[in-house]
C-alpha cells in the first residue's frame, strides 16, 4: 500500500553501500534510483511517487515546478513518540491550497485578506502542490475502521475566523476528510505541532518550519509567495 523509494545522486558504486545500509538496518527499501551527479527528481513520476522528500532544495524546487508534492527535510532534535500511527500535519495556503488568497495578504494586509476569504466563502480554493497528496492518504484512509487507522493528518494554519469557513467548505468540496483542523490566528505552531505529535509538518514559510523543528520532522515547501525572490529597485 505504501512504498518507500530511494532516489539518489548518488553513483550505482556508491549506491552498492546504501543497499548494504539499507539491508543491515532492515529498511523495506527495494527500489532505487542513483543519478551520478544530476537531479534524481525527473524519475519521480516514473516511479508514481506522491512525495518526494530532500535535503538539497534545489532538486525540490525542480520538483514542485513539475508539479509534484515536495519538500526540503529539517531534522529535529525532539524526541518523537514511538507509535504505529503515522501523523502527518499540513500548513494550508501554498501547501495544500494555492498561493492566490496569501498573496492577497501579502499585498494588501489582513484587513483585506479577511474580507476577500468572507466574499469567496462559497468558492474552493484552487489546489496547493500537497493536495494530490492529502488526496492519497484519504483513500489509504477509508480503507480503515477509524480506530484502526495507521494515519491521522491535520491542518495547521495561521487563519482564524472568519477565513476557516472557506478552508472547510474547500475540503468538502474536495471530499476530502482531514481528521483535525487547528486554526490558530497567528500564534506560533511548534507547541501545537507537539501536542498533535505530529510526525512530520509541512509548510511554505521560513519562520513556522524553524519553529516547527524544535519539535517535529519538518519539510519546507519552497512554493508560491513566500518563497519569490524579492527583486529592489
Known amino acids: 500500500m505504501v512504498e518507500i523509494i530511494l532516489l539518489s545522486r548518488n553513483s550505482a558504486d556508491t549506491g552498492l553501500r546504501v543497499f548494504n545500509s539499507i539491508k543491515h538496518y532492515n529498511l523495506d527499501i527495494k527500489r532505487a534510483a542513483f543519478s551520478g551527479g544530476s537531479s534524481p527528481y525527473r524519475y519521480i513520476s516514473n ?24 519538500a526540503t527535510l529539517i531534522s529535529s532534535n525532539s524526541k518523537q513518540c514511538v507509535d504505529s500511527q503515522i501523523r502527518f500535519a499540513f500548513d494550508g495556503d501554498s501547501v495544500l ?10 499585498s494588501k494586509g489582513l484587513e483585506a485578506f479577511c474580507e476577500n476569504e468572507s466574499n469567496a466563502a462559497e468558492i474552493p480554493l484552487d489546489p496547493g502542490p500537497f493536495k494530490p497528496l492529502l488526496t492519497t492518504l484519504h483513500q489509504i484512509q477509508t480503507k480503515f475502521d477509524p480506530q484502526d487507522c495507521p494515519i491521522r493528518t491535520a491542518l495547521v494554519t495561521a487563519r482564524s475566523a472568519p477565513a476557516h469557513e472557506r478552508v472547510i467548505k474547500t475540503l468538502r468540496a474536495w471530499n476530502v476528510r482531514i481528521d483535525e ?3 490558530l490566528g497567528g500564534l506560533d505552531k511548534g507547541e501545537f505541532l507537539k501536542s498533535f505529535e505530529a ?32 527583486t529592489s529597485g
Open 97 to 106: 491550497f494555492s498561493d492566490s488568497s496569501e498573496r492577497i495578504y501579502k
Open 181 to 183: 483542523s487547528l486554526f
Open 199 to 230: 510526525d512530520v509538518f509541512f509548510d511554505d514559510q521560513q519562520e513556522h518550519c524553524a519553529s516547527a523543528s524544535e519539535f517535529v520532522t519538518t519539510g519546507h515547501v519552497p512554493h508560491g509567495v513566500a518563497n519569490e525572490k524579492r
Open 47 to 70: 516511479f508514481s511517487c506522491d512525495l518526494f522528500l530532500s535535503r538539497n532544495s534545489i532538486d525540490v524546487r525542480e520538483a514542485l515546478e513539475n508539479d509534484l508534492a515536495a
